[in-house]
């Protein structure tokens, strides 16, 4: 069973510019999240999708972070534009449902630098 | 609200000898509670995971950890370290609203 795909794995831009991240989930896998890990901190939830609508975005800085899962399956999210602090591992993850009772699946994550 | 306080950035044990990482949770309801681990330039891998039933969860490569309701607490343990057990460790909870929260790591060394 494929994993959790994210692309690029590395990315550096300068402040001001825009950068998107891809992430295709596990096939079949419903409920998909993008965490943004900052160094030396735990992952910290930016967005929850189910199927195609959201479910959680209570914490992504809606004046330049957006995300979308147009068709319910892979997702982009989007910095514009990005900060100096926004450097940080991004990382996707999917799982079949929503609830404690399931187990979601990380990707290897998108490690951006902002110069 | 539910959150996950992991005592101890950094962790230093002998190759051979007992890992112990603590986690400590607050949670208005029944708690489900997971470990995960990080290699480095990895993502997640989920360790174990409580939810309900038997408090003692045992996980893979080695790995348990037992649910204490009386101490709120959910350590992480094995008893003899490897090499390959060196990595970032942490502790996570399901929040009201299904999303996992995370602790804020706990980086193992294993030492020759």
């Known amino acids: 069973e494929a994993g959790v795909a994210q692309s690029p794995r590395y990315k550096i831009i300068e402040k001001r510019q825009s950068v998107a991240f891809w992430c295709n989930p596990i096939s079949g896998h419903a409920t998909l999240y993008w965490y943004q890990q900052i160094l030396g901190q735990g992952p910290k939830l930016l967005i929850q999708?189910?199927?195609?609508?959201?479910?959680?975005d209570s914490q992504l800085p809606k004046d330049r972070f957006s995300a979308e899962r147009l068709k319910g399956v892979d997702s982009t999210l989007k910095i514009q534009p990005a900060k100096l602090e926004d450097s940080a591992v991004y990382l996707c993850a999917s799982s079949n449902s929503l609830g404690g009772n399931t187990e979601a699946f990380f990707g290897q994550g998108t490690r951006l630098t902002v110069v | 609200a539910q959150s996950v306080t992991q005592l101890g950035s950094h962790v230093s044990v002998s190759e051979g000898a007992l890992v112990l990482l603590r986690c400590n949770y607050s949670?208005?309801?029944?708690?489900?509670l997971f470990w995960y681990v990080q290699y480095p330039n990895q993502g997640l891998q989920l360790l174990l995971k409580?939810?309900?039933?038997?408090?003692l969860v045992k996980g893979i490569n080695g790995f348990e950890a037992e649910f204490k309701k009386s101490e709120t607490s959910f350590h992480l343990t094995k008893p003899s370290a490897h090499m390959s057990d060196a990595a970032e460790y942490f502790c996570?909870?399901?929040?009201?609203?299904?999303?996992?929260?995370f602790g804020t790591g706990t980086r193992l060394t294993v030492i020759p």
């Open positions: 409580y939810t309900t039933g038997a408090t």
């Open positions: 999708f189910q199927n195609n609508g959201v479910v959680d």
């Open positions: 996570a909870v399901i929040t009201g609203a299904n999303n996992l929260f």
């Open positions: 949670s208005s309801v029944p708690p489900y």
